[in-house]
């Protein structure tokens, strides 16, 4: 886990402009390698992954449509839309796209999916309007007023309450606010079933307090102390119903090892402690940086330096 969040937090180098087209190339030091192309494959039921080899792309299939929970990189769409074709399904069936947060590798092939689909949009309030705006806005850990990062804009994104569901046919999402990673973090649950058995499915949002330089998720001068919300998001993951667990970033989840260990009689994708044990990694992660926030605090107040 400690590895992935360097990652994370090493992608923040970014050397981006506005893209012109949906599927320009954004830049990054981890995008080439988050963008590398993997094979479809089943989670559970009629849950699939159609994400590439590092961010998560979910398709949840019915007879009435089908729902698309991220777009990953801009140019990651080309890769999502050859592998929900791979398992046999049409873009044009696609009914709804979810995002769990706006940023530039989660949200960037939104729009250009959108288009191939005719999706409709649906995100909280304030990923709502940053997939407008193309742009995350001040209140984001990762906004740099230097070196902002942009994604193409999503014209039309239909808001939703905490709490809600959204439906297509007899499948049916529930969102849960998680904010912290971003102010308009979600998670997304629903059920998938095969063989009679059915299995509450969570989509995790990420959970990692990666930020810019000079952001405190404590609060200072500027900010708001924002601690608790973000506890209160890890606890709210935590008491989710979950038998499986698929993350934002599939290596949080451990995705494709389990999918390489799934047999005929074995799926490791099921495991209801998965949400809580992300969650108890989410919340070391957390406590540790608030720490250091409080460390470097101390060292910057004026008695430190009597």
């Known amino acids: 886990m400690k590895k992935c969040l360097q990652a ?15 599927d320009e190339a954004i830049k990054c030091s981890m995008c080439e390698e988050w963008n590398k192309p993997v094979a479809p494959f ?7 992954y159609v994400g590439t080899a590092g961010l998560s792309a979910l398709l949840v299939t019915g007879p009435q449509g089908h729902v698309l929970l991220d777009g990953a ?10 592998n929900i074709e791979a398992l046999g399904f049409r873009m044009e069936d696609i009914k709804l796209i979810l995002n769990s947060h706006p940023h530039f590798d989660h949200a960037g092939a939104i729009a250009e999916l959108q288009r191939a689909s005719g999706a409709t949009v649906v ?7 940053v997939l407008r705006e193309g742009t995350p806005g001040t209140d984001d850990p990762q906004y740099d007023p230097k070196e902002r990062f942009y994604i193409p804009k999503v014209a039309e994104v239909k808001e939703i309450a905490d709490g809600k569901s959204v439906s297509v046919g007899p499948l049916r999402l529930t969102v849960h606010y998680t904010p912290g990673h971003t102010p308009g973090g979600t998670s997304w649950s629903w059920e998938s079933c095969e063989q009679g058995k059915c299995a509450s499915i969570v989509y995790a949002d990420s959970l990692n307090p990666v930020s810019m330089d000079g952001f405190h998720y404590s609060g200072d001068a500027t900010r708001p102390d924002l601690s608790a919300s973000f506890r209160k998001s ?9 038998d499986v667990l698929v993350a934002a970033h599939p290596s949080f989840s451990d995705l494709f090892g389990k999918a390489a260990a799934k047999t005929a009689d074995t799926n490791p994708f099921i495991d209801p402690e998965g949400c809580a044990k992300y969650a108890a990694s989410a919340s070391r992660s957390l406590e540790a940086r608030l720490q250091r926030e409080r460390d470097e605090k101390d060292r910057a107040s004026p008695t430190a330096a009597r």
């Open 8 to 22: 994370v937090a090493a992608s923040l180098a970014l050397s981006c402009a506005v893209p012109a087209f949906a």
């Open 42 to 48: 089943k989670v559970y039921g009629n849950t699939w």
């Open 73 to 82: 990189l801009p140019q990651s769409a080309p890769l999502i839309r050859k």
């Open 123 to 129: 995100a909280s309030p304030q990923a709502a309007q």
């Open 234 to 242: 890890i606890a709210r993951l935590a008491g989710l119903k979950c």
